[in-house]
Structures are given as structure tokens and as C-alpha cells.
């Protein structure tokens, strides 16, 4: 038996107080409209006794010739909880939402020297393709 379950999140005062998990504080305002915005989903491990201690978020996608398959955008777990299975349990849990939603693959991305990330990844049964490249625009209203 695990020391947590794993919940959607519908409540965006959930993410709120979740805030702790997160790179920086979650706003209302932002929980609300991730939650309300088509394909997104947000799952949080909770624990017996009722502190949320991981979160995964994954974005549905599509293109017109490819079959759907869903974007890991982010997965965090509390220090205190890593090597207990958390992040396999949210991952497991993730993948589910993903085959409910007709999603034939699911992908991420992360830093080549983020041993923890790939191990846990790996562990989950993904395939890392090393030559791979991320593209990114940061600042598209500044540019």
C-alpha cells in the first residue's frame, strides 16, 4: 500500500494551495485558466493525510495527420517524497488520462544532464532520443 493517492485536479484553489510543488507561486488566476483551457489536465499525489506532496500537467495535442497523443509539460515532487514512487505513480496515472483521451503517445522534453528526470522516465518505459533539439522563443511580445 502507497502513502498517497493520486486525484484530477478540477479545483483551481487545489493548485493554489499546491504552490509549494511548483517552480513559483500559483495564482487563481492562472490555476483557473489552465484547468478551464481544452486538453489540459493536472493530476496531484496526495498523502493520507492530505498534503500534497507531487503533481504532473500534460497538454492534449493534435495535428491533422497524426494521431493524438498528449505533452508531459511538467512533473515535480516534493524532496521529502522522491524514491517512494510518486513520480511512477503519477506518471502511471498520466498515461491512463492520456489512452482515456484516445491518445496513441505521450512525449516530453527535459535537460540532457537531468539524470533524475531520464532515470525516472526510463523507469516509466519511455525511449530517450538523444538527438533531439528544443527550439524556444521566450520573450514573443518583446521580440
Sequence with gaps: M??????????PAELVAASHLFDGPVSLAGATDTLRRP????LLARAADGQDVG???GVEMRH??????L???????DEAWRRQ???????GALRDVAVARG???MWTGTEADNAAALATYRAAGADIDD????????DLAGA
Design 2 to 11: 502507497t502513502g498517497w493517492t493520486v486525484v484530477e485536479v478540477t479545483d
Design 39 to 42: 486538453g489540459h489536465v493536472v
Design 55 to 57: 503533481f504532473v500537467s
Design 64 to 69: 491533422p495527420d497524426k494521431d493524438a497523443e
Design 71 to 77: 505533452f508531459l509539460y511538467e512533473l515535480g515532487v
Design 85 to 91: 514512487g510518486v513520480a511512477s505513480a503519477l506518471l
Design 103 to 105: 491518445c496513441r503517445g
Design 131 to 138: 538527438g533531439s533539439v528544443f527550439v524556444v522563443w521566450d
